[in-house]
């Protein structure tokens, strides 16, 4: 089966980096998503991987390792309006987009 | 750009009726639509995906004779929740993909939701 691990939530504090984890099993991989969603609304597109590496946006980056099924998201200089879910999604060799839970990330002051 | 617009973002109806939710991709052409469905403090379920010009393709469990979809163009796809019960309370999200090349072809953006509640 596929599947998408993820934890479920996080605690850190405004002004700190935190980097959130994404594993993957999937049948195929044609990239890899992340996306920002606040409660109540729905999710904005952050980044995608498709290759091997790190990706800087500003202060949020993203890791990839296809080898080891893995990548992370990581939040730099966080912000009170950075407490968001953040959600994994990749998509397989038939192009579905295979969703993680999420992680809901609390920023503390 | 990849704006997507969803209206309306509210709706309260009675048991039995029909609501249609409209996704609209403002600023680039939509070759596929998603229509998603959310519950409170869940992950997002996938309904169906949508090309434009030919019929929905929905996820298993979900009714394609409750739950109508249709991409009549480019920039527009309809969700019709046909005799809406209040277990049909929720909150649906379309996204679209333009699918032209590079990063934006696999890209969904998403509208900001419509918020279903069945009364």
């Known amino acids: 089966g596929q599947n998408i691990d993820q934890p479920t939530e996080m605690t850190a504090t405004e002004g700190a980096i935190v980097q959130i984890n994404c594993t993957y099993q999937t049948s195929g991989f044609n990239g890899l998503f992340w996306y920002q969603q606040h409660a109540g609304e729905a999710p904005t597109f952050l980044s995608y991987?498709?290759l091997d590496g790190l990706e800087e946006k500003g202060r949020f980056s993203s890791f990839l390792s296809r080898s080891k099924g893995y990548s992370y998201l990581l939040l730099k200089e966080l912000q009170m309006k950075d407490s968001a879910s953040y959600l994994c999604a990749v998509l397989d060799s038939n192009y579905q987009l295979i969703w993680g839970a999420g992680t809901k990330l609390i920023i503390k002051p | 750009g990849a704006v997507v617009s969803q209206h309306p973002s509210w709706v309260i109806c009675k048991s039995g009726t029909s609501v249609k939710i409209e996704c609209r991709s403002l600023d680039f052409q939509a070759t596929t639509m998603f229509w998603y469905r959310q519950f409170p403090k869940q992950s997002l379920m996938l309904m169906a995906t949508?090309?434009?010009?030919?019929?929905?393709?929905?996820e298993q469990g979900v009714e394609k004779d409750k739950f109508l979809i249709n991409h009549a163009s480019l920039t527009l796809s309809t969700l019709t929740v046909t005799s809406a019960h209040p277990e049909d309370s929720s909150f649906y999200i379309c996204s679209a993909r333009s699918g032209t090349s590079g990063e934006e072809k696999e890209t969904q953006y998403f509208g900001p939701g419509t918020r279903l509640l069945v009364l």
């Open positions: 991987n498709v």
């Open positions: 949508s090309n434009e010009g030919s019929k929905a393709t929905y």
